[in-house]
Structure formats: structure tokens, C-alpha cells
């Protein structure tokens, strides 16, 4: 039996916003729902943890495969994978589901996504978890522009900006690209690091091919877990996901006159010590920018951190769920 049928309830399907999104559905099917939103390169399944947690402490909790990515429809226009598409997708699971409202928590990526709601969907959200991902204001600037002037060319996501190159470079070794990237905190921390005098940060490109894949003093997952990531990207590639990261500058452009703050909406901020991407200190302005906020660090984490350290976000989550959403 694979890890995705052992450690994940059975992926259920639902025609939304003109795709088929595949989700997995944990607890009794009462109160608000808790969407959880995977980030890059993941997929449902690096909720695992949090599906079985909450689920068995009565909380209805779903998690999707978002747009590009497992078992949900990959469209082929970059211009699909936008916010405008992304949080349509969520806004189309609560309907299919008949819910008028959810807590939607997102990680990465998702917690991008999951940020958006609350301002693109106002009347769709109980409340909001982000985890690693802080809430930030608008960028002054186009925010691609922004990271190739401080980070270089190579910086991953001004690189993946650029067409097939990047899909080739992740596929063509699955296993060590999930290898690379599933990697505890001490794996990870050349990501930051600058490179020599001129080179870019977050070079992924050069790390990556450099990288010596019989290192596995640093792996996260067990051999069934990275298994399951390896096998669903080997079908999948990587472009869907990637896709999302090629609607910054478009996203940007169309977020001109959102609301700039969140008020009267109930939020949780969880962020990772040792988070080489998504640093706690990237979180420190969003007390000024959130009226009803709890913020609170796992220690010793880096970036994966519901697969990292799922006790602790399960205990922070359940907690904060107890107090603001009481069963």
C-alpha cells in the first residue's frame, strides 16, 4: 500500500471554476471547514499530519490538490494560474461543498493563496491561518523586477520566469529534485546563503545540479512518503506549479485597490525559526497590518513545517481553533 492510500482519507473529486480538483476530506462534516492549502513543490498530501489531527479531534478539515498539481486538471495557459483563478478554485470547494464560509490556512505558496481570500473574497472566510507565509503589504514595484535587482538572474523564482527551462531542469530527476527540496534545516541553509561575488541567492538552478544526491543525512521524509511526491510529479511535471510563480508581475498589476489591511476577521500567524525562504522576520510587520492577530514560532524548524514539526503545529492550530471557532 502506498503511503497516499495509508496515510490520506480517499481523494474525492469536484468539477469547480472549469477544472476537476481533486481533495481529501477528514471529521465530521459540522461547523466551519478548515481548508488547508499545500505550497511548491507539494501537493495535499504534505497535509497528511493535519488531517488526521484535526479530523480526529472533531474538526471538519479538507485538503486539495491545487490547480497544476496530482490528481487535479493542469490547464495548459500560464495565464490559468493566476490569484483571480487560484482563490476561484477555493470559492468554487465551498460551493460544491455548500459551505458559505471556511478557515482557510495555507503553508508556501498556499499561504499566499490563503492571505488573497480575505481580500478578493471577504464573504468566504471565517478566518485565516498562515504558516511560514507572513501577510504583506502590496509591493511598491512590480515584484519580479524587485527580485532580480536585489537577488540576480539565477534567484528561482526571476528564473523560473523564463520558459521550459526551469520544467526541464526539475524533471529530469524527480526523486532528486524532491530530495533537494524535502530537506531538514540543516540541508537547506546554502539556499540563502550568497554565492560568490556577483552570483545570485536562491540560486536553485546551480544548487540543485551541484548537489550530490547520495547526501541523506538531511532527509525529511521516510522512503514511502518521498515515494508518494516522486510518483505524482514523475506524472505530472512540474510546470503547473511552476506556472504559479509566472502570474507574480500579473497578480501585482491586478491587486491595484485591494484592501491593505485585515479587520474584524480572526488570524493566526505561525512561523519557522530556521525557515531559510520564509524567515519569522518577514512576519514582524503584520501586527500593524492585521487588527485580530496570534502570532507564535516553532522552534527548530525550517520550511516544511507541518511535516516537519506536526505536533506543535497541530497543538497551535487546534489551541487557536478551540478559543476562536469553539465546537
Not at 481533495?23 to 499530519?49: D, K, T, V
Not at 554565492?195 to 525529511?220: I, V
Request: aromatic fraction near 10%; glycine fraction near 10%.
Amino acid at each position: 500500500m502506498s503511503a497516499l492510500e495509508s496515510q490520506m482519507p480517499p481523494v474525492k473529486h469536484a468539477s469547480v471554476n472549469g477544472i476537476e480538483l481533486a481533495y481529501y476530506e477528514a471529521g465530521p462534516r459540522e461547523g466551519a471547514p478548515i481548508i488547508l492549502c499545500h505550497g511548491f513543490p507539494e501537493l495535499a498530501f504534505s497535509w497528511r499530519h493535519q488531517l488526521k489531527a484535526l479530523g480526529e479531534a472533531g474538526r471538519w478539515v479538507i485538503a486539495p490538490d491545487q490547480r497544476g498539481y496530482g490528481l487535479t486538471s493542469r490547464p495548459e495557459a500560464v495565464t490559468d494560474y493566476d490569484m483571480a483563478h487560484l482563490t476561484g478554485d477555493m470559492v468554487g470547494l465551498l460551493n460544491h461543498l455548500g459551505v458559505e464560509k471556511a478557515i482557510f490556512c495555507g503553508h508556501d505558496w498556499g499561504g499566499i493563496v490563503v492571505w488573497q481570500m480575505p481580500l478578493m473574497h471577504p464573504s468566504r472566510v471565517a478566518g485565516v491561518i498562515g504558516l511560514n507565509t507572513p501577510f504583506l503589504p502590496r509591493s511598491p514595484a512590480d515584484p519580479i523586477a524587485i527580485m532580480r535587482m536585489r537577488f540576480g538572474p539565477d534567484m528561482y523564482i526571476v528564473w523560473f520566469q523564463t520558459s521550459g527551462e526551469p520544467d526541464a531542469a526539475l524533471s529530469a530527476d524527480v526523486e532528486k529534485t524532491m530530495r533537494f527540496f524535502m530537506r531538514r534545516p540543516a540541508g537547506l541553509q546554502t539556499v540563502a546563503e550568497p554565492g560568490a561575488e556577483g552570483a545570485s541567492t536562491f540560486a536553485f538552478k546551480d544548487l540543485l545540479r551541484q548537489w550530490d544526491p547520495s547526501d541523506t543525512g538531511s532527509q525529511l521524509l521516510t522512503a514511502e512518503e518521498l515515494a508518494a511526491f516522486v510518483e505524482s510529479f514523475q506524472a505530472t511535471g512540474f510546470t503547473g506549479g511552476i506556472n504559479w510563480y509566472r502570474n507574480f508581475t500579473r497578480n501585482w498589476a491586478a491587486s491595484e485597490g485591494l484592501p491593505t489591511r485585515l479587520d474584524d476577521l480572526p488570524c493566526l500567524m505561525i512561523t519557522a525559526e530556521l525557515d531559510a525562504v520564509l524567515a519569522p522576520a518577514m512576519a514582524e510587520g503584520m501586527p500593524g497590518l492585521i487588527g485580530d492577530l496570534e502570532m507564535h514560532m516553532v522552534a527548530g524548524s525550517g520550511h516544511w513545517t507541518q511535516q516537519e514539526k506536526p505536533e506543535e503545529v497541530n497543538r497551535l492550530m487546534l489551541d487557536w481553533l478551540q478559543r476562536r471557532f469553539p465546537q
